[in-house]
């Protein structure tokens, strides 16, 4: 494999990562807003209880995706900073309050309230100008005025594209987060949350994957190099429905206790899907980070000093692990935390 | 206000913001280990309470100093990208290496908060001890890529301004890397010491306190005396070699931290007062004969070089002397009060009268302005480079103009969170008092 597509390949799977957890983080935090005051249903102490300790792990993802790109690709930040200023400065202000009101929120109980709608629509605001910056990379919405890019708001904010991207972009959040809240809600055998969460993954699965085709539809003409791509593609994108179908299946399946849906079962299919469905749409996006001005071989970093920088990566994560199976094991699995009251 | 310039008050004032909630989340888990020591050693239940309240301080401001980080960690990108470009190709080690303390230190101080009752004793004081170390060593990463910035090595530009021969391990260890790395750390244990002596004071000062919580926050000053005391002394020693390394690596600086203009042997030290342009020298100044020399090369007869040297457009702006005086002048002042306190207490046996609490309630506040004293001069003072002698700050900026936007509503979240935390901690501590914690032992 070429270094730069190796290194492509990482920061793909830093960012699939990120998905994933930005996912259950923002979602949970929608969650939370929405279950906070319901006394009918513990689902949104579940989604808090499973909040606290993580969203930090998942701030270092982002931080980690950040770190990667300049340091694999130092030749895209001219451009890329010059394009992204405003979504990623307003997405940083966002959840600076997010993550600033969620901590002050566990220790100033009488503002419980204010503080988890702030958390419940940063977790709906923040996703939305992230996965706004997909239709960007597409072409269509870049000019070059006196050598320097600038970014098309207004065709931008015109194009229904965006709307779809969005509408894509949060459909997928609450649905993986409400997939793993019931995963985590059965860990915890707490039943009434379990119902709640299944419920909603039940109608939002196959929303999601129907504005997920359609978004494709609504690419701009410029764009059209990357349906091109999707279309020449269809064995991956065609595996990727295949275990959505089978993940949503699995939501129906009884288990020996004669309760409906194997949550976990369902959970890894889901886990898979995207993950095929990323890496097919990244594929599709190659060689280009964005189109056309900017490819992955012209940003590559000098190919020696990217394996010295890999070496580094494989010794830190080698060293993390067992303090991700430690934090695991606490958080995710021992049921005197799950359990609290 | 041009864009390079709003780019510069941004980012200048977001590491500002930032560093104040940094130091305090690199120097507390020193404090808290050092009171579960206390607590293991002398089983008194006083200090396993005060690591119990200190960390929840800490948690709170935890969430401040990641959120703050994250902005200036994307905003030098988003601001700096020319320089960006370079840092990617020569140091990005230290950002790397940086992420990987960070995830230490956030999987650890989860496991402190969260789990603390599910562990036993001696696995709590380790990942306390985790979360210290993950803080520190990302303290001195993000100083090495500073320190690389300041002295920068490891790398040659050709003509065209490509980056060739690049040694990671040279631009690593550049030459103010080691020396400013325990600049950065011991003033950062200094300064969250006198912050702790700050608030014990200030609740000894109270009248109506019962005589066990008047115990406890007396074991608290002790603890931060002691540490307080060592660690500014260490931080002037060290402070010292500092400038020294600055003598030998950037004069110009060293000059312009002075005011000195014509280069001369035994050199005078200038405390105090401005540096006047017209004049060519500082005026309204304390001048301590000779001791400038002394500083910089360790004999009276040292040669300093002086301003005049270099062409004026390369000189930082003048009022960088004044930036260093306050942090030098803090420095030695809270050198003599913890000694002074600790003579009283230890070795006079007498009880802290009123003025010397008061003196130690603004030690805290002072100690965080030496630091972003310390931290402006250092970045001013290499003004008019972001790369000393290689990249100006002019061509290391971004060009959209969106800067104006971010500008504004920064500076406002900024104000709004500092006085939101400060309203939490003590809506918080309000809520728990020592009293209720106390009795509850
Ligand atoms: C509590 C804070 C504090 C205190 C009391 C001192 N310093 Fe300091 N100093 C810092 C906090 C600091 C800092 C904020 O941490 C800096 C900014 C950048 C850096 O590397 O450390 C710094 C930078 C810094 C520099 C510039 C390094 C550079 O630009 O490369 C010098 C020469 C000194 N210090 C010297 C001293 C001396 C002689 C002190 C005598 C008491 C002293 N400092 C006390
Ligand atoms: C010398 C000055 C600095 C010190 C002492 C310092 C220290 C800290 C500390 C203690 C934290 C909290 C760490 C945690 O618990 O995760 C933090 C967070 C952070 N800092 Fe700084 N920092 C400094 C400067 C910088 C700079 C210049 C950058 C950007 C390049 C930066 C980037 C970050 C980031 C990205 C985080 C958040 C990490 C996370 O997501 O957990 N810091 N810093
Ligand atoms: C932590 C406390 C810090 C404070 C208070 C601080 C303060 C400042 C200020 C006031 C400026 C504007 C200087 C001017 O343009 O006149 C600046 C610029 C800058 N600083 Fe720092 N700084 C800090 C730490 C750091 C660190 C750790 C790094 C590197 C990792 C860094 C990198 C930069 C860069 C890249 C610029 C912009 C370019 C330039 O003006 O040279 N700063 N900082």
Known sequence: MEASTLAITILWSLLFIYAMLGSLDF?????????????????????????????????????????????????????????????VGLGLLLLTIRTTFMVFANHANRYQNILRITSGITGLIIPALLVSMLPITLGGFVEFVDDYPQLLYGKLLAHPTLYMHIAFGLTTELFISAVFLMDYSKEAEDWSAYHTYRKHALWLGPISIAIAMLTIGTMPEEASWIVDNIEANPVWFGLSVAFFILGYASLYIKSKHGRKGLAR????????????????????????????????????????????????????????????????RLFLKDQRYLKQQ | ??????????????????????????????????????YWIKKDKDYALMARRWTKGFAILLAVSIASGTIVAVLLSLLFPNFMEIVGQVISLPF????????????????????????????????????????????????DVHAWMNTPAGFEMTESGAIINVNVMEAFFNPSFVVTAIHVTLSAYMTVAFLVASIAAIRLMKRHISNEERAYHKKALMISLYLGAAMSLGTAINGHETAQMLHEQNPRKLAAAEGLFETTTYA???????????????????????????????????????????????????????????????????????????FWKVVLKKDFPGWMLGLLVVGGPLSVIAIEAGWCFS???????????????????????????????????????????????????????????????
């Open chain 2, 379 to 441: 970045c001013i003072g290499r003004q008019p480079w972001t790369i000393t002698d290689v990249l100006p700050t002019a061509d290391a900026a971004t060009k959209s103009s969106s800067v104006s936007i971010l500008l504004f509503t920064f500076l406002t979240l900024y104000v709004v969170l500092l006085f939101v935390t400060g309203f939490v901690m003590r809506y918080y501590f309000k809520r728990n008092p020592v009293e209720k914690d106390l009795a509850a032992q």
């Open chain 2, 1 to 38: 206000m041009d864009i390079v310039v709003m780019s510069r008050v941004l980012f200048g004032s977001s590491m500002g913001f930032h560093i104040i909630y940094a130091t305090i989340g690199v120097g507390l888990p020193i404090m808290i280990i050092l009171a579960e020591i206390m």
């Open chain 1, 265 to 328: 079962l369902a959970m890894t299919f889901i886990i898979i899907q995207y993950g095929i469905a990323i890496y097919a749409y990244g594929l599709a996006h190659l060689p280009y980070l964005i189109y056309p001005d900017l490819t992955i071989a012209d940003s590559f970093t000098d190919p020696s000093i990217f394996y010295k920088l890999l070496v580094v990566y494989a010794a830190g994560f080698a060293i993390l692990v067992p303090a991700f199976i430690l934090f695991w």
């Open chain 2, 96 to 143: 790397q290496l940086e992420i990987f303390a960070f995830l230490i230190e956030a999987v650890f101080m989860s496991i402190y908060l969260y789990a603390a009752d599910r562990l036993p004793q001696g696995l709590r004081v380790l990942s306390i001890f985790f979360v210290a170390m993950g803080a520190t060593a990302s303290a001195i990463l993000i100083t």
């Open chain 2, 268 to 342: 005078p030290l200038s405390v105090g007062g401005y540096t006047s342009l017209e004049d060519g020298r500082v005026k309204y100044a304390i001048e301590i004969p000779y001791a400038l020399s002394f500083l910089a090369g360790d004999r009276f007869d040292t040669e300093v070089i002086g301003l005049n040297e270099f062409p004026e457009e390369l000189w930082p702006p003048l009022y960088v002397h004044i930036l260093f005086n306050v942090m030098v002048g803090i420095g030695t002042l809270l050198i003599a009060l913890s000694f002074l306190a600790l």
């Open chain 1, 27 to 87: 979602g949970a935090g929608f969650w939370g807003m929405i279950y906070g005051k319901d006394d009918r249903t513990n689902a949104g102490q579940i989604a808090n209880r499973f909040l606290s300790p993580t969203w930090e792990v998942t701030n270092v993802f982002f931080v980690i995706f950040v770190v990667a790109l300049v340091s694999f690709f130092p030749f895209a930040t001219t451009m890329l900073s010059s394009l992204l200023l405003v979504p």
